[in-house]
C-alpha cells in the first residue's frame, strides 16, 4: 500500500502502511516550531511581574493559530495523499473511518 515516490522515501522500512508526505511534516515542523517560540515567550513573560494579561492573551493566541496551522496542514496531506488515492489502493472503507476519526480532532 503505497502513496507514491514521496511518502515511499518518508515511510522507508514502513512502506507497508500509509506515512505522512515529506513536504507537509516539514511545513507543520515549521508551524509547530513556531508555536514553540511563542509558547516560551509567554513563560517567558509570565517569568516577569509587570506582565500585562492582553500581552499574555496575544501570544497564547498566536500559539493556538500556529497549532491549527500546522493541523491544516497535517490534514491537506492526508487527504490529498492518502484520502484522494484510497480508492485506487482498495481500501475506500478504512481511509473514510480513518478520515472520520481525524476530524474529531479539529
Not at 500509509?18 to 516539514?26: D, W
Amino acid at each position: 500500500m503505497s502513496a507514491g515516490p514521496e511518502a515511499d522515501a518518508a515511510c522507508g522500512a514502513h512502506a507497508d502502511h500509509l506515512c505522512m508526505p515529506t513536504e507537509a511534516r516539514k511545513r507543520a515542523m515549521r508551524r509547530l516550531s513556531i508555536a514553540r517560540g511563542h509558547l516560551d515567550s509567554i513563560v517567558r513573560m509570565l517569568e516577569k511581574d509587570d506582565v500585562y494579561c492582553v500581552d499574555v492573551l496575544r501570544q497564547i493566541k498566536a500559539v493556538q493559530g500556529a497549532l491549527s496551522g500546522a493541523g491544516d496542514v497535517v490534514l491537506r496531506g492526508h487527504l490529498e495523499t492518502h484520502v484522494a488515492t484510497a480508492h485506487e489502493r482498495g481500501d475506500t472503507t478504512e481511509i473514510v473511518e480513518e478520515l472520520m476519526e481525524a476530524l474529531r480532532y479539529r
